[in-house]
């Protein structure tokens, strides 16, 4: 698949982007020069004119991946899958047992309770991760491409809007069972038939998962409908007992993705001035394309995508920037921080023997590195016989 080249002027600003050929020409005849290997982008070394076409970013807003795509009138110029860190609410758990732990060695401090404020347009700092990394995105694809339009995808469908199209302000906060039997509810979540057996033109009851004698609520999540001898059959079991996982499964069914998407999908339309769009008409637009369920295609979708010439993806991760950190002794505890940073880390892009490679770790107090797939397996050198090409850090962006 076709693989373009990024163009920055001679002032930094991005330009349109252009073929792999015409970037080699450019580089041979010293009219540019490298800035970045991933992507591969140059930079005009002369003065040229900044007429730039219309290009329009997609972005499928997501929990563990963001999907992005954006494209011209006729190309594709850039797609991919950013897949976030699913190690930072661990790292904030480790966090706060240090500090617990060193605010219990230190007893003499007053208490500083009412000193806890939390200012408007708090997020918890797992949540404001994720904000963050939607905004730094595409502020690193902005200085790739020159972006004037953006559309993101907030939900999958605003379920009250199509229940009453004239639904505004406070009418949102009087949720889905306002004016609503419970009973009917459950009787239409659940296809009007026994979550069992699967019976139907029989009484039908409002049945417990998990029962209450056994810390079961009473929230809609957790009830279901059965018929009465199913219900009987039942007792006092959770549904798992009875042998149905998969009742059980949707009721334990986590809603920590939707919670957090729902809290900074707003805020990113807002902070990113973009257009939004919902699922259902992103599914809609891809299905009539024929293409599969994938992060990249529904970012093309939103963009706005149909019969451009599509580009290779790209597959981009998170490293953290950490420029310290906690040594492991041979026992396996972590006393002390190590604070002095080693020359190469792990993701750093080095050369070696002509050939450029990817450091997966380092060791012998960082005098020596282990390089990845060097002649098919993992090799060990002295960092004197490498070169430093890039430093690992923030967003890397490899080729699928």
Known sequence: MRVPIYVLNIRGQPLMPTTQHNGKKLLQEGKAH????CPFTIQLNYATGEAIQLIKLGV???FTEIGFSAKTDTLEVISGTLSLRKDVSDKLEEKRRYRRNRRGRLGYRPPRFDNRTR?????ASSIQHKHDSH????ETLATLLPIPFR????????TQKMQNPEITGVAYQQGTLQGYEVREYLLEKWGRKCAYCSKINMP?????????????????SNLTIACRNCNLKKGDKTAEECGYPDIQMQANKSLKAAACINNIRWRLVKQLDAEYTYGYVTKYQRNKLGLEKSHVNDAFVIAGGTTQERCRP???VQVRRNTRSLQLNRKGFKPSIRRQRYPLQPYDLVNFEGRTYRVKGTHCLGKRVILKNVNG????VSIKKVELVKYGKGLLFNLC
């Open 34 to 37: 490298v800035v970045q290997r």
């Open 60 to 62: 499928d807003i997501g």
């Open 119 to 123: 200012p408007e347009g708090w997020l």
């Open 135 to 138: 905004i730094r995105l595409v």
């Open 151 to 158: 559309k993101v995808e907030v939900a999958n469908f605003d």
């Open 204 to 220: 039908l009851e409002v049945e417990h998962i998990v029962p209450k004698s056994r810390g079961g609520t009473d929230r809609v």
């Open 314 to 316: 790209y597959e981009v």
């Open 377 to 380: 397996k993992d090799k060990s």
